[in-house]
């Protein structure tokens, strides 16, 4: 079976404290993995898309990378307006459903 | 980027009423939608992923009678609550699937509150 574990739970950070989120994940020939920013009340908003191991994707404070087994999103000197759940979604094949994980509640403090 | 839109973004309603929420992708066409629901704190769990012109394919422990899916057209899905109780409360967000990249663009969610 499909699994997305994602760590930490909860994390809070202050105002220019870079840190990374954990996504690990166990699936049967991984097509794509998903980062997804989804803040309170609205549907997730696509990050990125990683494909195979090594691939790695910016985007502004955000950084993406892939293993065989986890995935990690980086964010450099992060604002209060990054604060948000961070989402990471696992899809096994083509035409596959997303498998998502529990999310990440990241709090970043001015 | 590919647009997702609902409608309504919220809705209050009586418990025994039945509920249609729309979900419509503005840009492309989507043969494959997927509905999805969102309790407070919790990730995202599929209902039922929907495909135009066919029945949708419901989750384990999903009442297919309770949850009516649509798919009528390459640009519109519809999930109607029927019958709802309180706790049927919850946020329920749509995602299209592109069929020419297989991405999945999000809807912004439907807030229900059953009284």
């Known amino acids: 079976e499909d699994q997305v574990t994602q760590s930490p739970e909860a994390l809070r950070l202050q105002e220019g404290e870079s840190s990374s989120l954990n996504c690990s994940y166990t699936v049967s020939g991984l097509r794509g993995l998903f980062w997804y920013r989804q803040d309170p009340g609205k549907g997730p908003e696509f990050l990125f898309t990683?494909?195979?191991a090594g691939e790695e994707k910016e985007k502004e404070r955000l950084k993406a990378t892939l293993t065989k087994k986890e995935s990690f999103l980086h964010i450099t000197a992060p604002k209060p307006e990054d604060s948000a759940t961070y989402l990471c979604a696992v899809q096994a094949g083509y035409g596959q459903n997303f498998v998502f994980g529990p999310g990440t509640r990241l709090s970043v403090l001015p | 980027g590919a647009v997702v839109s609902q409608h309504p973004s919220w809705v209050i309603c009586k418990s025994g009423t039945s509920v249609k929420i729309e979900c419509r992708s503005l840009d492309f066409q989507a043969t494959t939608m997927f509905w999805y629901r969102q309790f407070p704190k919790q990730s995202l769990m599929l209902m039922a992923t929907s495909n135009e012109g066919s029945k949708a394919t419901y989750e384990q422990g999903v009442e297919k009678d309770k949850f009516l899916i649509n798919h009528a057209s390459l640009t519109l899905s519809t999930l109607t609550v029927t019958s709802a109780h309180p706790e049927d409360s919850s946020f329920y967000i749509c995602s299209a699937r592109d069929e020419s990249t297989y991405e999945q663009y999000f809807g912004p969610g439907t807030r229900l509150t059953v009284t």
């Open positions: 990683l494909y195979s």
